[in-house]
Nanobody
């Protein structure tokens, strides 16, 4: 499975961005997918996940601000980010997630990610 992220950019605090993740694979609809981020000097952390069933989960700091969604017909996963804060600044990545633990990425390899920078 190949994953390509896009949609990042520079935005002021309180603004919005929509990230996209294009995935290859004939059985995309069966994948549980997630978004992760890595801020400068920090480890990669879980942000949000969407299961094949459509159920979603979020890291506490982004609940009520971020929305993850998917379009199985297009093999796409999205992350709508509203009310952005400077602490959301990071490189954002998508990956498949473990069925039993959606906060864990399935693959050890990562795409190039997409940079999100939120200015105060």
């Amino acid at each position: 499975v190949q994953l390509v992220e896009s949609g990042g950019g520079l935005v002021q605090a309180g603004g919005s961005l929509r990230l996209s993740c294009a995935a290859s694979g004939r059985t995309f609809g069966s994948y549980d997918m997630g978004w992760f981020r890595q801020a400068p000097g920090k480890g990669r952390e879980f942000v949000a996940a969407i299961k094949a069933s459509g159920s979603t989960s979020y890291e506490d700091s982004v609940k009520d601000r971020f929305t993850i969604s998917r379009d199985n017909a297009k093999n796409m996963v999205y992350l709508q980010m509203n009310s952005l804060k400077p602490e959301d600044t990071a490189v954002y990545y998508c990956n498949l997630v473990h069925y039993g633990d959606y906060t864990r990425p399935l693959f050890d390899s990562w795409g190039q990610g997409t940079q999100v920078t939120v200015s105060s």
